[in-house]
């Protein structure tokens, strides 16, 4: 009992707070949150629609900000010499998710809804959050579990839309159950941890391998080559590579998979809710939602490069850089051209996509493709803003900012600009003007203010 009490004491202590960059995010969404419960717009009673997103967000910042300081309890170097210390933070997380779980429950209680599927929803949202590999210090963390966390996104981003937490809330009874009796003991075996069941885990990846052990077959190598194609000009070593950051082929068969991915879950949990066959129109609106999230998980990770800066005093050493601010503007330019690239593909894919579902006539996907590349490309320099003062520049006002431009932001311009019903106000059409003025005011002075940074010479773990 006094074990767990002391783990507890962590929790409101500055050691919670510390290097736990999901709080900032989690305070400000909860913020909007009840901002939002206390001055509902008309014409959705009892609904998430207005408080959605931002709720949704809530939940998941928080459930992570509280695993993240369970993770790094229970993966210290130091937590197997201490052997009640596991089990003691195990129950301590059990009853801050707890508390967290009622809390959040609030807002949607307020709106009338059902307390059985608002914890539905909750508890998909805490398995969602706890993942060892996506969670905690990432020199801690074991490693990435590929097919999980892509799972995890979709579903992140699936539920993250209001149309579908209401199909939810108004999902039988029974269906809710089944969904808490499976999300919740998925999170509780999440964050079981034993540091001798599997030692090998911290270790690097392994390579993959064919069947028998050797090298991977040659279609399987060929294909990866292909998809992870880049143009010379966007092969720049100070960022990171991936699908979705240099690789156009690879972005837009990513874009693809997840709208055919989505559609199929949105129709799914459509039928649930509804007990009843989903129709075409059914299918067109489905894969009409999911274009936001299409938009949302393509453009969410471009700027992610700036929370990854353990690297950057190697770089600005041994590469071919010179000083602090050549360094820091070659940052930029690679980050412009991956920026453009995918607001390019992305924003081309969203308009063919609408045009041949039939959501909006041609000429408006047409207009559509430069007017979302713009937001997507202005989007990506919103965390910036946090460089420009040294009381912002922290990795939690970055997270902020970056998802509440891309998760949230993006996903409700996608949403207006190709809803078929209603055309989009002409505040949407005059926004790609302004986000490109701030994406080229921003490339002119967060570069700077970048390299007059601090930079650590090994900077605290994310």
């Not at 997103?53 to 790094?72: D, E, K, N, S, V």
């Not at 599927?117 to 993942?131: F, I, M, R």
């Not at 499976?182 to 964050?191: G, K």
């Amino acid at each position: 009992m006094m074990d767990t009490l002391h783990a507890l004491r962590l929790y409101v202590s500055p050691v919670f707070i510390r290097e736990n960059p999901s709080l900032i995010p989690a305070a400000a969404y909860g913020a909007i949150t009840a901002f939002s419960l206390h001055h509902p717009r008309p014409g959705h009673p009892g609904s998430l629609h207005d408080i959605g997103i931002m709720w949704w967000l809530a939940q998941q910042a928080l459930f992570t900000g509280l695993c993240c300081q369970y993770w790094r309890q229970v993966r210290s170097p130091l937590s197997p010499m201490v052997p009640r210390l596991i089990g003691a933070e195990y129950r301590a997380i059990h009853l801050m998710l707890a508390l967290a779980l009622g809390l959040l429950a609030v807002p949607a209680i307020v709106r009338g809804l059902p307390l059985l599927n608002v914890l539905a929803l909750e508890s998909l949202n805490l398995a969602l959050s706890t993942g060892s590999d996506l969670t905690g210090p990432k020199v801690l963390r074991p490693r990435l579990r590929k097919a999980r966390t892509a799972i995890v996104f979709g579903l992140f981003a699936l539920f993250m839309l209001p149309a579908m937490q209401d199909r939810l809330m108004q999902a039988p009874w029974f269906v809710a159950l089944a969904l808490l009796a499976v999300a919740l003991p998925a999170a509780l075996v999440e964050l079981h941890h034993d540091p001798f069941a599997h030692p090998g885990e911290q270790g690097p990846a392994r390579s993959a391998a064919g069947p028998d052990g050797g090298p991977p077959r040659a279609t399987v190598r060929a294909l990866a080559r292909v998809l992870m194609w880049q143009p010379p000009a966007l092969r720049a070593m100070p960022l990171p590579n991936g699908l979705a950051t240099g690789a156009p082929l690879g972005l837009f068969v990513q874009s693809a998979l997840i709208l055919m991915a989505s559609t199929v879950l949105m129709l799914l949990v459509n039928g649930l809710s509804t007990l009843r066959v989903p129709t075409p129109q059914d299918g067109r609106e489905a894969a009409t939602m999911a274009l936001g999230q299409v938009v949302m998980l393509g453009a969410a990770v471009l700027p992610s490069w700036m929370l990854s800066r353990r690297d950057w005093p190697f770089l600005l050493s041994l590469g071919p850089f010179g000083a602090r601010a050549d360094f820091a503007r070659a940052l930029y330019r690679a980050h412009a051209g991956r920026a453009i690239m995918a607001g390019i593909i992305l924003s081309l894919f969203a308009a063919l996509a609408a045009g041949l579902i039939g959501t909006v006539p041609p000429l408006r996907a047409l207009a559509a493709w430069p007017a979302l590349a713009a937001v997507i490309i202005g989007g990506s320099y919103l965390p910036s803003l946090a460089v420009l003062s040294p009381v912002t520049n922290r990795p939690g006002v970055m997270l902020l900012l970056s998802m509440l431009g891309s998760m949230a932001g993006l996903q409700l311009y996608t949403g207006v600009l190709f809803n078929g019903r209603l055309p989009p106000p002409l505040l949407y059409w005059g926004l790609p003007v302004a986000a490109i003025a701030f994406a080229l005011l921003m490339a002119r002075l967060a570069p700077r203010a970048l390299a007059r940074a601090d930079w650590p010479i090994e900077p605290p773990a994310l």
